[in-house]
């Protein structure tokens, strides 16, 4: 009797495990699954394309079941924007993009170039119209907007409709305006698949409800190469390092401005280093140019060295910045600067010792005794002192001016008076009186 007793609870004990172990199981399933968060914010460049690029190779490496693009971008670089594209569509893993406020511009490239596509209630995709507005810059544009739309399954039209002006949709957008939607307008239309407000309802709607969360964060050296990458801010820094040089030249000793330029300049490369698309060799080679300058700086006149360094230091600018574009633009501003701060330091900044070596600053000064040839000759029959021993020659001082002189052969000593008989040239003769 006791004996099947015990078989009786054993039988209720292996049932309970039955019906408790598979919901354990089902729970330790759920936490193995991992949804990797990845912000998209601010302005579309080459750090934000570097900063993706390397997450998205964390996430696989990871095993991420699931990968969300969370972005807010007003928009960027079309070609930074293409490898993004590129580097989430080749990534090899469920990839979902999670508009939080807005996707403008080159956002919504990113944006549809995820499987799915959810938006926070309140949030708009669209306006992704090139700048220039070029009829060959819209054409290529919406052409790749049009190819990855039909990739992921969404309406080639309607996404083209974003970034081309030119196209009607009716129902949807008139001819001549840029199309525009809000998250329930985007769903409605395919653009998006679903609205969510938190990462809860979108890891519930993704089926990882209960899914390990993981968010990737921008270090500081991302968030520097995001801004010094910014076109306006590269400009701006390249602007201050060669106005600040140029200032340090003229201005007499070593000073805020020399210090504001080296650090406008190494800003500028590391910032562009840290980004991804320059390396040492362009440092180098501006370092190479400022020598160059220094050594042009020690020698008189403007040779070798002085084209030599300037070249140098356009080259590495080229070198480091994100497009010839832009660095044409942040010469060009750095340029107009230097004009500007020249021609005041000119006027109003005490001088640098190496001042004088680019411009001539030598005077001939009246009170030196240096007249023209008009002066001269009207010094004929003035009278005035000796200032020194006349054996022939000397110095006189002949109307308040001290000037050279030379007598026919007499001998006239300091303090004696002299007249001035004659004009030769350059030659004023005098006799002692």
């Known amino acids: 009797m006791g004996a099947k007793r015990s ?12 019906l ?9 399933y759920a936490q193995d699954d991992m949804v990797y968060y990845i912000p998209v914010r601010g302005e579309v460049n080459p750090a934000l394309k570097t900063f993706i690029s390397v997450e998205l190779e964390k996430a ?15 928009g960027g670089r079309v070609d930074s924007a293409l490898e993004i594209s590129d580097a989430i569509i080749n ?6 993009a999670y508009v939080k406020d807005r996707a403008i511009s080159a956002g919504v490239l990113i944006t549809i170039s995820a499987e799915k596509v959810a938006m926070a209630p309140g949030s708009s995709i669209g306006s ?5 507005y070029t009829e060959k810059n819209i054409s290529f544009w919406a052409g790749e907007l049009r190819k990855v739309a039909e990739l992921r399954g969404r309406d080639a039209e309607i996404v083209a409709a974003m970034a081309d002006r030119d196209i009607e949709i009716p129902g949807v957008i008139e001819k001549g305006k840029l199309l525009n939607l809000t998250a329930a307008r985007a769903v409605e239309l395919g653009v998006a698949d679903k609205t969510a407000s938190s990462r809860s309802e979108l890891n519930r709607w993704l089926g990882f409800e209960n899914a390990k969360v993981v968010e990737a964060q921008e270090s500081y050296q991302v968030k520097l190469a995001k801004i010094v990458t910014n076109q306006v801010v590269s400009s701006l820094l390249l602007a201050l390092g060669f106005g600040g040089l140029v200032a340090e030249l003229f201005i007499a000793g070593f000073g805020i401005a020399g210090t504001i330029g080296l650090l406008s300049f190494g800003l500028f490369f590391a910032g562009n280093m840290l980004a991804g698309h320059a390396g040492w060799s362009a440092v180098i080679l ?9 050594v042009e700086l020690s020698i008189p006149g403007f040779g070798f060295p002085g ?8 080259a590495s600018i080229f070198m480091a910045s994100a497009s010839v574009q832009q660095a044409v633009v942040s010469l060009l501003l750095s340029i107009i600067l230097s004009v500007v701060l020249i021609t005041i330091l000119l006027k109003f900044a005490p001088r640098s010792k190496y001042f004088d070596r680019l411009i001539l600053s030598t005077q001939q000064n009246r009170d030196e005794g240096y007249l023209g040839m008009k002066s001269l000759a009207s010094l004929v029959d003035s009278e005035g002192v000796a200032l020194t021993p006349l054996r022939p020659a000397g110095t006189a001082e002949v109307e308040g001016k001290r000037i050279d002189v030379v007598t026919l052969g007499e001998y ?22």
Do not use: C, H, W
């Open 7 to 18: 078989f009786a609870k054993i039988g209720v004990i292996m049932m309970l495990m039955a």
């Open 91 to 96: 990534s090899g893993l469920d990839t979902v």
């Open 412 to 433: 006239i000593q300091a303090g004696d008076k002299v007249k001035v008989i004659k004009v030769e040239g350059n030659r004023i003769i005098v006799r002692s009186l």
């Open 20 to 28: 408790i172990l598979p919901a354990f199981a089902g729970q330790a």
């Open 286 to 294: 501006f370092v190479i140019g400022i020598i160059l300058l220094l």
């Open 60 to 74: 696989y490496a990871a095993g991420a079941s699931a990968v969300v693009l969370e972005i807010s971008t007003l």
């Open 128 to 132: 992704a119209e090139t700048i220039p």
């Open 307 to 314: 084209v030599g360094g300037i070249i140098s230091i356009m």
